[in-house]
C-alpha cells in the first residue's frame, strides 16, 4: 500500500506552543470552548501522527464548527490509522461539497483497500469535483497495487472480494499486466476480468496488450496476450501489422502477432497478410503464406498475381492453397488466364493445372494457340498435371509447335496422360521432324512399359538423330525402375536396342576422334 502525501500548515498556532505538542494536552484542547482552538488542536494531532488520538477526532467530525469539522476529517487522514475509516465513510453524505471532497482525499491518505468502499460510493456524488478526486485516486494506483488487489480478489471476505473487483475494473488498463500475469499463473478469477476491462475500455486495452507483446522482457505473458488480441477483432490488426513488420523483433514474438491475426480472421485479416505477402521479409512472407492457407478463397486474387515471385516458397505454397480450395478458385483463375501481361496468365495457367477442373482444362486448351510461347508452354505443362485425354488432340498438334520449349512440354504432358496418347505418340515418332520425333519419344518413354515396342521399332528406321532421342527415352524407362517387370521379350528388345545404341556411341567417338 502506497500513502498520499497531504499539504500540512507550515508551522503550529501560537496559542498551542506551550502545551509541548502533548497528545492528551491537545485532545483535551478538542473540546475547547473557542473553536480556533478546537481547530488547532485537531490540525495539530493530525502532524504527530499518532492514532490514540482517532476516536477523539472521529467525534469531532460532529462538531458545530464548519473549520473543526474539516480540520478532524483532515488529522485522521494524515494519522492514516484505519480504524478512523468508518466514520470519515459517513461524512461522504455530508450535504457540503468541500468536506466530502475533503473527505476523499482523507480516504486516499490512509491507503487501504478498506478505504475503496467509500471511495466508489463517491464516484456516484452529486459533485463533479469529489467525483473526479475518488477516480483520480482509484486510477492512479496509489490508493493500493494491483497485485494487492489480485490477492484481494481471494479474501474471505466477500465485501473486499466484490470491493477488488470493482477497483481492478473501474482502473481499466492500468490492471491488465498484472492480470496477465495472474491469469498465466492459473488465476481463474483473473481471467473473466481481463475479458470485461477490455470491453469497458477497449482503445486503452489494446494499446497495453500490444506494448506487452512487443516487450521482450514478458514473454511469459505472451500467449495469453495473443488471445486477448485476437478477441479484440480488427482493431488490432493495426498494431498487430506493425509488429510483425517489425524486422527488429524477437521472431517468436513475430510469429504470435501473426498468430493472433489469423485468429481475427475475416476480409481485413486477410487483406494484411496479402500486403505482406509481398515483403521482402523473408520470415514475414512465410508467416502471410501459411496464414493465408488457413482463409478462405478471398484470398486468391492477390495469391494470382503473388506466384510472379521468384521465392520458390511463395510460388509452390500459393500453388497449395489454390489446390486446397479446388473448383471455387477456377474463376479467379480463368479471369487471370484473359489477362493481357505474362506475369499474370502464366502462373494462372499453372494454377489450373493444379485444380484440375473440367472448366480449367478447356480454358487451357484454348490457349495453347496463344501467340506467346510460354502461354503455351504453360497451358502443355498444366494440361499434362490434369491428364485428361480429352486433351490428347490438342497437345499431338502442339508437338509441332516452332518453338521446342512447347514442343518438349507437350510430349510430357502426353506421356503423363498416359496409355490413352500412345497411338498419337507413335505416329508422332515416325513422322519426318527430327524434334518432333525426340518429343514423342520422350512422352513414350514416361508412361509405361507398353511404350518400350514402339520405341524399339522407331529405333530400327530412324535417323542417327533420332535414335540418340529414342535412347534417352528408354533411359527414363530404365530410371523409372519397371525394367525388371518387363516381359522377357520385351527385355530382349531393349537389350538390342542398348546394343545398338552403345555401338552408335562408338562410332560417334571415333568419328569425333577423326575429326
Keep these: 500500500m502506497s500513502r498520499l502525501p497531504g499539504r500540512r500548515p507550515s508551522k503550529y498556532p501560537d496559542d498551542l506552543s506551550s502545551t509541548g505538542g502533548s497528545v492528551p494536552k491537545l485532545i483535551s484542547r478538542l473540546s475547547a470552548r473557542d473553536p480556533r482552538t478546537r481547530q488547532a488542536a485537531a490540525t495539530t494531532l493530525g502532524h504527530i501522527g499518532d492514532p490514540a488520538a482517532v476516536p477523539s477526532l472521529a467525534a469531532a467530525l460532529n462538531d458545530e464548527d464548519y473549520d473543526v469539522r474539516l480540520a478532524a476529517i483532515q488529522?485522521?487522514?494524515?494519522?492514516?490509522?484505519v480504524s478512523g475509516i468508518p466514520a470519515l465513510c459517513k461524512m461522504l453524505k455530508d450535504p457540503d461539497e468541500d468536506t466530502r471532497l475533503v473527505t476523499v482525499m482523507a480516504l486516499g491518505w490512509i491507503g487501504d483497500i478498506r478505504c475503496v468502499p467509500g471511495l466508489l460510493q463517491a464516484l456516484n456524488d452529486p459533485a463533479r469535483s469529489v467525483r473526479g478526486a475518488a477516480s483520480g485516486l482509484l486510477a492512479q494506483e496509489q490508493l493500493v497495487e494491483v497485485p494487492d488487489l489480485i490477492v484481494a480478489l481471494h479474501h474471505p471476505s466477500r465485501n473486499i472480494r466484490q470491493t477488488a473487483y470493482a477497483v481492478l475494473t473501474h482502473m481499466g488498463a492500468k490492471t491488465i499486466r498484472g492480470l496477465l500475469s495472474a491469469a498465466c499463473a492459473g488465476d481463474e478469477v483473473a481471467k473473466?476480468?481481463?475479458?470485461?476491462?477490455?470491453?469497458?475500455?477497449?482503445e486503452a486495452s489494446l494499446a497495453v496488450l500490444l506494448s506487452i507483446l512487443a516487450d521482450e522482457q514478458a514473454e511469459h505473458i505472451w500467449y495469453e496476450t495473443s488471445n486477448l488480441l485476437a478477441e479484440a477483432g480488427e482493431g488490432a490488426i493495426p498494431g498487430l501489422l506493425e509488429i510483425i513488420q517489425d524486422q527488429r523483433k524477437d521472431s517468436q514474438v513475430r510469429t504470435i502477432a501473426a498468430h493472433s491475426l489469423l485468429s481475427i480472421g475475416g476480409g481485413a485479416a486477410i487483406n494484411a497478410f496479402q500486403e505482406t505477402l509481398r515483403s521482402d521479409d523473408s520470415l514475414l512472407r512465410s508467416l502471410s503464406l501459411h496464414a493465408l492457407r488457413r482463409l478462405?478463397?478471398?484470398?486468391?486474387?492477390?495469391?494470382?498475381?503473388?506466384l510472379r515471385n521468384v521465392d520458390p516458397e511463395v510460388y509452390s505454397t500459393a500453388l497449395s492453397l489454390i489446390k486446397q480450395t479446388g473448383d471455387a478458385a477456377v474463376p479467379y483463375l480463368l479471369e487471370n488466364l484473359a489477362s493481357e501481361h505474362r506475369e499474370v496468365y502464366v502462373p494462372a495457367a499453372l494454377a489450373l493445372g493444379v485444380v484440375g477442373s473440367k472448366a480449367a482444362m478447356l480454358g487451357l486448351l484454348s490457349r495453347l494457340r496463344d501467340d506467346d510461347w510460354m502461354m503455351r508452354w504453360a497451358a502443355a505443362t498444366a494440361l499434362g498435371v490434369i491428364g485428361s485425354p480429352e486433351a490428347i488432340t490438342g497437345l499431338l498438334r502442339a508437338l509441332l509447335d516452332s518453338d521446342?520449349?512447347?514442343?518438349?512440354?507437350?510430349?510430357?504432358a502426353l506421356g503423363m496422360i498416359g496409355e490413352a496418347a500412345i497411338p498419337g505418340l507413335i505416329k508422332a515418332l515416325r513422322g519426318t521432324d527430327t524434334q518432333v520425333r525426340w518429343a514423342a519419344a520422350v512422352g513414350l518413354a514416361q508412361i509405361?512399359?507398353?511404350?518400350?515396342?514402339?520405341?524399339?521399332e522407331a529405333w530400327r528406321t530412324a535417323d542417327r538423330d533420332t535414335r540418340w532421342s529414342i535412347a534417352r527415352a528408354l533411359d527414363k524407362v530404365q530410371e523409372m525402375q519397371i525394367v525388371q517387370d518387363l516381359p522377357p521379350v520385351l527385355k530382349a528388345i531393349l537389350a538390342e536396342v542398348y546394343q545398338d545404341s552403345a555401338g552408335e556411341a562408338t562410332n560417334s567417338s571415333n568419328d569425333m576422334i577423326v575429326m
Design 448 to 456: 509405361n512399359p507398353d511404350a518400350v515396342p514402339a520405341l524399339a
Design 404 to 412: 521446342s520449349g512447347v514442343r518438349m512440354a507437350a510430349a510430357e
Design 75 to 81: 488529522a485522521m487522514g494524515w494519522i492514516g490509522h
Design 296 to 306: 478462405d478463397v478471398q484470398a486468391l486474387p492477390s495469391l494470382l498475381h503473388d
Design 192 to 202: 473473466p476480468l481481463l475479458r470485461q476491462i477490455m470491453v469497458s475500455h477497449r
